[in-house]
Antibody
Framework: EVQLVESGGGLVQPGGSLRLSCAAS????????MNWVRQAPGKGLEWISY????????YYADSVQGRFTISRDNAKNSLFLQMSSLRAEDTAVYYC??????????????WGRGTLLTVSS | EIVMTQSPATLSVSPGERATLSCRAS??????VAWYQQKPGQAPRLLIY???TRATGIPARFSGSGSGTEFTLTISSLQSEDFAVYYC??????????FGGGTKVEIK
């Protein structure tokens, strides 16, 4: 089955760190660009980071630049998001999302179910 | 950054009726728009890409149109499973990739 499964969310204190993971299966992971998209409670979708197939190109939203680091391990079919200096406003469901293979930095044709990060003291 | 503005924020529609959702881009973006459906507690699902191409497995009652700055998602005859939140997204000019604020389609 083609799927993405996120893990690693939880409760973290402000200023803390956490690492999210996304396990891919059912497709050739190394052929696809990947992203993290988040959704604060009751709010809309916010793209936060992109990584190219070989990890040679990486982008971040201004809201997480300098605090979050995206990475991937193609041998293990995994995507990661290392988060530090966490703030209350980072509280959200974090989705791993696959970019469609037919366009660079395009739309998202596969999403995971998300993992919830709560930043609170 | 390209800002995507969706309207209305909430759309009340009776089952079987037509729903028309709008999305406006702050600058021209050709046809590089995608639409997603999100139900409570679920991940978004791709409906439309390239402004008008249905994704795999999406019923024909969903259609997209538009180019430039004005885009529309139409659901021709609403089914019970279509009541959800819909988001547009531009991918013409990135980063950042940007989403609209969403339109909630609710039962009238």
């Amino acid at each position: 089955e083609v799927q993405l499964v996120e893990s690693g969310g939880g409760l973290v204190q402000p200023g803390g760190s956490l690492r999210l993971s996304c396990a891919a299966s059912g497709f050739i992971f190394s052929h696809y660009e990947m992203n993290w998209v988040r959704q604060a409670p009751g709010k809309g979708l916010e793209w936060i980071s992109y990584i190219s197939r070989s990890a040679g190109t990486i982008y971040y939203a201004d809201s997480v630049q300098g605090r979050f680091t995206i990475s991937r391990d193609n041998a293990k079919n995994s995507l990661f998001l290392q988060m530090s200096s966490l703030r209350a406003e980072d509280t959200a469901v974090y989705y791993c999302a696959r970019t469609s293979i037919d366009m660079v930095r395009g739309y998202f044709d596969l999403w995971g179910r998300g993992t919830l990060l709560t930043v609170s003291s | 950054e390209i800002v995507m503005t969706q309207s209305p924020a909430t759309l009340s529609v009776s089952p079987g009726e037509r729903a028309t959702l709008s999305c406006r881009a702050s600058q021209t973006i050709s046809s590089t728009v995608a639409w997603y459906q999100q139900k409570p507690g679920q991940a978004p699902r791709l409906l439309i890409y390239g402004a008008s191409t249905r994704a795999t497995g999406i019923p024909a009652r969903f259609s997209g149109s538009g180019s430039g700055t004005e885009f529309t998602l139409t659901i021709s005859s609403l089914q019970s499973e279509d009541f959800a939140v819909y988001y547009c997204q531009q991918y013409n000019n990135s980063p950042p990739l940007t989403f609209g604020g969403g339109t909630k389609v609710e039962i009238k």
